[in-house]
């Protein structure tokens, strides 16, 4: 009878041991599979997160062509005026992939007025991207003004000088080639006409001298569309004669969206062929090396996952 009963719980020793066994296994299964739930959502996060945050080149067919007068003006009598998004960087930056992070400067056209909107925490006045996608920026923060215009400067080590603006105005401009009728460029310059006065540090004498200035704000130059977003934009891409690319960026509308912005032809009334020397070493970057420049991993990524399915 007792060895029965030794027996008996012999074998109910073992049968709860394999069951204590069983249990842990269970728990390292399960608590596994959450480790790896966790990692695998935390992964599908940061990627998009990641996705999010990138843009994408658009390229599907265009539904037709637009001017850039035609693109300028039409978003001026719709809303008021035209938002871009400046960018400048250097050889040493590319390949660029375009994201939300990059700080760019705001830029607005009204056809009277280029109005600049500087970013007092920032040195350059520039502005992260991704905060004016999603409506973040506190303008009233910002030191906004037009281009051009009268100015002052007193300095006590170097001397004073003031500008009284007596004409002012915004130029389009079209660079042409030597036949002065096929368009390569668009520009919108900032024309000034006055007099500087200046005097020496401690002297109470103004000199004064006639003064003229033309400066680029916006240049114009090869087209392509991005999302970002979910949102699309117009871009341009131009070399300077110093080797730096500007690369301006503009939403789309309605009207917009589905067409390519070509250039004007020259004698559109309007603008004006380039008169401005400096400006005709800018030059549009070629389509094929802009590809090279301006990267989109995202798209890539995309495109590979669809072949792969």
């Given at each position: ?7 008996r ?11 204590m ?19 695998n ?25 637009i001017?850039i ?15 871009i998004?400046r ?50 920026v ?71 001298t ?62 004006t ?37």
């Amino acid at each position: 009878m007792n060895a029965t009963n030794t027996g008996r719980k012999i074998i109910m020793k073992k049968a709860i041991s394999v069951l204590m066994i069983a249990a842990c296994m269970l728990c390292m299964v399960t608590a596994c599979e959450k480790k790896d739930k966790k990692e695998n959502y935390t992964s599908a996060a940061q990627e998009t997160e990641t996705d999010c945050t990138a843009a994408e080149r658009v390229t599907t067919e265009p539904e037709g062509e637009i001017t850039i007068s035609e693109m300028i003006d039409q978003r001026i009598k719709e809303e008021g005026k035209i938002m871009i998004y400046r960018m400048h960087f250097g050889p040493s930056k590319t390949p660029l992939e375009i994201t939300e992070d990059l700080n760019v400067n705001i830029i607005s056209y009204d056809g009277k007025e280029l109005i600049d909107y500087g970013n007092s925490s920032n040195r350059r006045g520039e502005t992260r991207l991704g905060d004016i996608i999603h409506n973040k920026v506190d303008y009233s923060t910002y030191d906004i003004g037009a281009y051009g215009g009268s100015w002052k400067r007193y300095d006590n080590e170097f001397g004073d000088e003031k500008y009284v603006e007596e004409e002012g105005y915004v130029q389009r401009e079209i660079t042409t080639d030597d036949s002065g009728n096929n368009a390569q460029l668009e520009t919108l310059y900032s024309y000034s006409k006055g007099t500087l006065y200046s005097r020496d540090a401690g002297s109470k004498v103004w000199n004064q001298t006639e003064k003229e200035d033309s400066l680029d704000i916006v240049s114009f130059g090869t087209f392509e569309r991005i999302k970002l977003d979910g949102k699309t934009y117009m871009t341009f891409c131009v070399r300077d004669n110093l080797d730096l690319i500007e690369y301006d960026i503009i939403p789309d509308n309605k009207f917009t969206e589905n067409k390519t912005v070509v250039y004007d032809t020259p004698g559109t009334e309007g603008t004006t062929v380039n008169t401005v020397d400096y400006l005709k070493e800018y030059q549009a970057v070629p389509q094929e090396e802009l590809e090279q420049m301006i990267v989109f991993p995202g798209s890539k990524k995309a495109e590979s996952s669809q072949a792969a399915d």
